[in-house]
């Protein structure tokens, strides 16, 4: 496809379980960042990486939180042991150019 | 503290009308804009973008206004249609993209 795409686009888990959420993004771009919305919460930054540059991992908020990016292509973002507080929309975006990013249409993650 | 506001959660506007959508940032860094729309379900998409170096920039029905010295911008869309109803979410990053944020958004409704 032509866009970034996600999944699972729905996910639902105990709390304490590990989950993997995937990101493709569109081909030829460079940089692609995770942000999570949580319910009537604006968009919050978690990671951000840039070819083979160190990701920016200022935003990702406990050590619970990893994401990975293999290949400069496909990322995974990994939450370990989930807490309820975790439940939010996590969404994905890439970009050629710096600074405008080809969203996702986002993974719902549910913790109960 | 957030770094870019926008104060308003909601908004209504009747069709046909100008829409005003405001945004505030407190970060004298930020030095390029971006303002974007997401419908439910959806990831955001990319609606217009203002680099510092300009006031204002227009593409079709969509105008945004930028004041530095206020460190405000505002989205115009005139007319105002019905599928314009979404959450708008204004941006701003330093250029290098590494420092993206958002605005927690604010829900337009266009009534017909």
């Known amino acids: 496809g032509a866009g970034v795409s996600q999944s699972p686009s729905n996910k639902v888990t105990e709390k304490g379980k590990d989950v993997e959420l995937r990101c493709d993004p569109i081909?030829?771009?460079?940089?692609l960042y995770w942000y999570r919305q949580s319910l009537g919460q604006g968009l919050e930054f978690l990671i951000y990486f840039q070819g083979n540059s160190a990701p920016d991992k200022s935003g990702l908020p406990s050590d619970r939180f990893s994401a990975e990016r293999t290949g400069g292509s496909v990322s995974t973002l990994t939450i370990q042991r989930t807490q309820q507080e975790d439940s939010a929309v996590y969404l994905c975006?890439?970009?050629?150019?710096?600074?405008?990013?080809?969203f996702g249409p986002g993974t719902r993650l549910t913790v109960l | 503290d957030q770094q870019v506001k926008q104060n308003s959660p909601s908004l209504s506007v009747q069709e046909g009308r100008i829409s005003i959508l405001n945004c505030d940032y407190t970060?004298?860094?930020?030095?390029?804009f971006l303002w974007y729309k997401k419908y439910p379900a959806e990831g955001p998409t990319f609606l217009i973008s203002?680099?510092?170096?300009?006031d204002k920039n227009e593409d079709g029905r969509f105008t945004v206004f930028l004041n530095k010295s206020a460190k405000h911008l505002s989205l115009h869309i005139v007319p105002s249609q019905p599928g314009d109803s979404a959450v708008y979410f204004c941006?701003?990053?330093?250029?290098?993209?590494?420092?993206?944020?958002f605005g927690p958004g604010t829900r337009l409704s266009v009534l017909p």
């Open positions: 970060n004298s860094m930020f030095d390029y």
């Open positions: 941006a701003a990053s330093d250029n290098y993209g590494q420092n993206f944020v």
């Open positions: 203002i680099s510092s170096i300009k």
């Open positions: 975006a890439s970009s050629r150019y710096y600074n405008e990013q080809f």
């Open positions: 081909s030829g771009h460079t940089a």
